[in-house]
């Protein structure tokens, strides 16, 4: 294992393959802004390219790409309230507001510095980890994943910004809309309405450009007529520094995220979403200045970013010790190792070690690469938002157009896109937030088959109560559910009592 790893240290800093490992970096940030181009799309597209290369170059430039995507999604989440990927979903919350109070330098600061400490993170905990950590996501069957829906699910108690009632209705609308398509247990077809191409089910990012996007372009034609509501980004002397000062000053708020993204990477199937929503719902209930997060503080950006950057490494986890892709972007990270004629398993570590770790400490240095080019970027980019809306706004419809068509190549998938633009706006001026529908849509089908597949399970044993309630993680994610569900509550009828103190005395 030492030689492996100090032959490693030096491939790894082999100057050709460092450059095409900056490249791909580089190019993943570029797909990953992009509204509708998801790193499992850039992954896709760059896998035959790899064909020529030998396998530590692959798995570098892949690996550059895979990281550098993830981090892109934030540029657009941050500048026009759009996540480049589903894992920037949290990053709005946060990102936009501070986009139009004019600090969109800083939210993009924090997301690269961030990005950099979860991205490292998990890559240190792939590094050192793995074996133990993929025995524990075995453990994983339908109950607990049910379990896990239903604490995700109480996330909509923190993303419900002024009526929980709205968040939980908000909440149930996306539990409906998760369950478009055939039914995964049964085959039954519901609410497709004769359209074959709605079989599937909802595109996860076309609904997330419609429900974040086009609101904010109305937003926009809106704001041509009061031109003093537009946001404009003006160049400031310290930023970077300030910014990565106030983060190192919260080396709590970095670790807890970036743990909580290398647990949900770990366990298959969950995603950075998941991963970014848990943690920031978790940034807030540590926080003394809850009512703060969504009005634009870098703690919201920060928790999001380092939870979905060391999601990645997270789901490595599974994919290099058993062959069990814990994302879709994984999946096709096996399918390159595949091509490369090597099988996940103890012989990554033995036989093939020099590649393995090759590949590993590589992942720790594309950590740092993404981070240096988004702290020397974020200045530049941030001009984006200085284009007159008149450019702005058309550049933001033709790119959420080209991204909802290029998913599945399907120009229903447009239709479905601004139809739920025009639902997000409606519901926005309503006094709706878009994160409970969204959260309400990824949790659906995980909550669903967990459910269904734990109900089998209990009538082939004869118990339900044993299969719900009785295994240790079941038990452990229970009793997450009624924390979080207790303490918005508790913390509500404190903060009541004091305003009845205050107003006594």
């Given at each position: 294992?030492?030689?492996?790893?100090?032959?490693?240290?030096?491939?790894?800093?082999?100057?050709?393959?460092?450059?095409?490992?900056?490249?791909?970096?580089?190019?993943?940030?570029?797909?990953?802004?992009?509204?509708?181009?998801?790193a499992t799309m850039a992954l896709a597209l760059l896998v035959p390219f790899t064909f020529a290369m030998d396998a530590t170059t692959s798995l570098m430039v892949l690996g550059g790409v895979y990281v550098g995507s993830m981090y892109g999604g934030c540029i657009a989440a941050i500048l026009v309230n759009t996540p480049g990927t589903p894992s920037s979903i949290a990053t709005t919350f946060d990102g936009y507001p501070m986009t139009k109070k004019g600090k969109a330098?800083?939210?993009?600061?924090?997301?690269?510095?961030?990005?950099?400490?979860?991205?490292?993170?998990?890559?240190?905990?792939?590094?050192?980890?793995?074996?133990?950590?993929?025995?524990?996501?075995?453990?994983?069957?339908?109950?607990?994943y049910f379990w896990l829906a239903v604490f995700g699910l109480t996330i909509i108690a923190t993303l419900s910004t002024g009526s929980v009632l709205?968040?939980?209705?908000?909440?149930?609308?996306?539990?409906?809309?998760?369950?478009?398509?055939?039914?995964?247990?049964?085959?039954?077809?519901?609410?497709?309405?004769?359209?074959?191409?709605?079989?599937?089910?909802?595109?996860?990012?076309?609904?997330?450009i419609g429900f974040f996007c086009i609101p904010e372009v109305i937003n926009m034609i809106e704001k041509k007529i009061n031109p003093q509501d537009v946001a404009t980004y003006k160049p400031q002397k310290g930023v970077a520094r300030s910014v990565?000062?106030?983060?190192?000053?919260?080396?709590?708020?970095?670790?807890?995220?970036?743990?909580?993204?290398?647990?949900?990477?770990?366990?298959?199937?969950?995603?950075?979403?998941?991963?970014?929503?848990m943690a920031y719902n978790e940034a807030v209930r540590f926080s003394k200045e809850k009512e703060k997060f969504g009005t634009g503080i870098i703690d919201g950006v920060a928790a999001s970013e380092s939870s979905n950057n060391a999601e990645v490494g997270g789901s490595l986890v599974p994919l290099l010790t058993l062959g069990?892709?814990?994302?879709?972007?994984?999946?096709?990270?096996?399918?390159?190792?595949?091509?490369?004629?090597?099988?996940?398993?103890?012989?990554?570590?033995?036989t093939y070690g020099n590649v393995t770790y090759t590949f590993l400490f590589s992942f720790v240095l594309a950590n740092i690469i993404m981070f240096v080019l988004g702290f020397f970027g974020s200045r530049y980019v941030a001009r984006v938002i200085n284009l007159p809306i008149n450019i702005l706004a058309p550049l933001v419809v033709f790119l959420t157009v080209i991204g909802s068509y290029?998913?599945?190549?399907?120009?229903?998938?447009?239709?479905?896109?601004?139809?739920?633009?025009?639902?997000?706006?409606?519901?926005?001026?309503?006094?709706?937030?878009?994160?409970?529908?969204?959260?309400?849509?990824?949790?659906?089908?995980?909550?669903?088959?967990?459910?269904?597949?734990?109900?089998?399970?209990?009538?082939?044993?004869?118990?339900?109560?044993?299969?719900?309630?009785?295994?240790?993680?079941?038990?452990?994610?229970?009793?997450?559910?009624?924390?979080?569900?207790?303490?918005?509550v508790i913390s509500a009828i404190r903060a009541r009592k004091r305003k009845e103190e205050n107003a006594n005395a």
């Open positions: 294992m030492t030689e492996n790893m100090l032959f490693a240290l030096g491939n790894v800093l082999d100057p050709l393959k460092f450059l095409l490992m900056t490249l791909g970096v580089a190019g993943g940030i570029i797909v990953g802004a992009l509204p509708g181009l998801t330098e800083h939210a993009l600061v924090a997301a690269a510095f961030s990005s950099g400490v979860g991205g490292v993170f998990g890559a240190l905990v792939l590094l050192f980890l793995s074996p133990p950590l993929a025995e524990a996501a075995l453990k994983f069957g339908p109950p607990e709205k968040g939980l209705m908000g909440g149930a609308l996306g539990l409906l809309l998760s369950t478009v398509g055939i039914a995964p247990i049964g085959g039954d077809m519901r609410f497709t309405f004769g359209f074959y191409q709605l079989q599937a089910g909802l595109e996860l990012i076309v609904v997330l990565i000062m106030d983060l190192i000053k919260k080396p709590g708020l970095l670790l807890r995220s970036s743990a909580i993204g290398t647990f949900v990477g770990i366990v298959p199937g969950a995603g950075g979403n998941i991963a970014s929503l069990i892709p814990g994302a879709a972007p994984a999946a096709v990270m096996l399918g390159a190792l595949m091509i490369q004629g090597m099988r996940p398993g103890p012989e990554l570590y033995t290029a998913i599945r190549n399907n120009m229903l998938d447009v239709g479905i896109m601004v139809f739920f633009g025009l639902i997000g706006y409606v519901t926005k001026k309503a006094g709706f937030h878009p994160g409970p529908i969204v959260l309400g849509l990824i949790l659906g089908p995980i909550a669903e088959n967990g459910l269904v597949q734990s109900m089998l399970m209990g009538k082939a044993s004869g118990s339900m109560f044993a299969v719900f309630f009785t295994r240790p993680i079941s038990i452990v994610l229970i009793l997450f559910c009624l924390i979080s569900v207790a303490v918005p």
